[in-house]
């Protein structure tokens, strides 16, 4: 079993069922970008040690104000994990409650290969991380690294499939966005600098 699967499987064991807290906002995916003031998950690390993989919160109805994932969604399967993992969201938000969502933007992603043969992403990513570098391969190549990332990614969206995706799990007002609007609205948030290849999108319950 792949260490990454041992890790799923170990926190699907180990998650409370019911999990109560004061605390008004979440960050799913929280890494090591802990948030002040939030609860952050993951499924190692966090606040608190979950796998959102199985669809399931245990946080009480309306419980959020607010809800962030940064660079999370696409690790999901769209039918089994992330449809549900929405539904759940929504149950866990206050009414007029706000979830912000960010992942690797599937259209510019393909007009970057289609103009340019992703050297552009290539460039910006290198500019993001200094250390990054695919070496001698030909640049059509980063299409697979974010399509699959080591087979760690399962899916890419483009603003009709995740507007699909939000108003499918109830959600409204579903709004293409920038890092810069949810880092005004949330200033704790540290920028990523990623709006070259991401998309970012804001719903309302």
Same mark, same amino acid.
């Given at each position: 079993?792949?260490? /990454?699967?041992?890790?799923r499987?170990?926190? %699907?064991?180990?998650a409370?069922k @019911? /999990?109560?807290?004061?605390?008004k906002?979440?960050?799913l995916?929280?890494?090591?970008?802990p948030?002040?003031?939030? #609860?952050n =998950?993951?499924?190692?690390?966090?606040?608190?040690?979950?796998d959102?993989?199985?669809?399931?919160?245990?946080?009480?109805?309306?419980?959020?104000? &607010?809800?962030? $994932? *940064?660079?999370?969604?696409? !690790?999901?399967?769209?039918?089994?994990e992330f449809?549900? #993992?929405?539904?759940?969201? !929504?149950r866990?938000?206050?009414?007029g409650?706000v979830?912000? #969502? $960010?992942?690797p933007d #599937?259209?510019? &992603?393909a007009?970057?290969? &289609?103009d340019? @043969?992703?050297e552009?992403?290539?460039?910006?990513?290198q500019? %993001?991380? +200094?250390?990054?570098?695919?070496?001698?391969?030909? $640049?059509q190549? /980063?299409?697979?690294?974010? /399509?699959?990332?080591?087979l760690? !990614?399962?899916?890419?969206?483009?603003?009709?499939?995740?507007t699909w995706?939000?108003?499918?799990?109830?959600f @409204?007002n579903?709004?293409?966005t920038?890092?810069?609007?949810?880092v005004?609205a949330?200033?704790?948030? +540290?920028? %990523?600098?990623d709006?070259y *290849?991401?998309?970012? =999108?804001?719903?309302?319950?």
């Amino acid at each position: 079993m792949a260490a /990454f699967e041992f890790k799923r499987w170990k926190c %699907r064991v180990t998650a409370p069922k @019911k /999990f109560a807290t004061e605390l008004k906002q979440l960050q799913l995916g929280s890494g090591a970008r802990p948030l002040k003031h939030w #609860l952050n =998950v993951d499924m190692i690390g966090s606040d608190l040690n979950l796998d959102i993989a199985t669809g399931s919160l245990p946080f009480a109805d309306n419980q959020f104000d &607010v809800i962030v $994932s *940064q660079h999370v969604i696409e !690790h999901l399967t769209l039918e089994d994990e992330f449809l549900p #993992l929405l539904k759940e969201c !929504h149950r866990s938000l206050s009414e007029g409650g706000v979830i912000w #969502l $960010s992942t690797p933007d #599937l259209e510019k &992603v393909a007009r970057s290969y &289609v103009d340019h @043969k992703n050297e552009d992403m290539i460039t910006d990513r290198q500019q %993001r991380i +200094p250390d990054w570098n695919m070496g001698s391969i030909p $640049s059509q190549h /980063f299409m697979n690294d974010i /399509f699959h990332q080591q087979l760690e !990614h399962r899916n890419l969206f483009d603003l009709e499939l995740l507007t699909w995706c939000l108003t499918e799990a109830g959600f @409204k007002n579903v709004q293409r966005t920038d890092e810069k609007d949810l880092v005004e609205a949330h200033p704790e948030i +540290p920028m %990523r600098n990623d709006d070259y *290849q991401s998309i970012y =999108v804001r719903a309302t319950k």
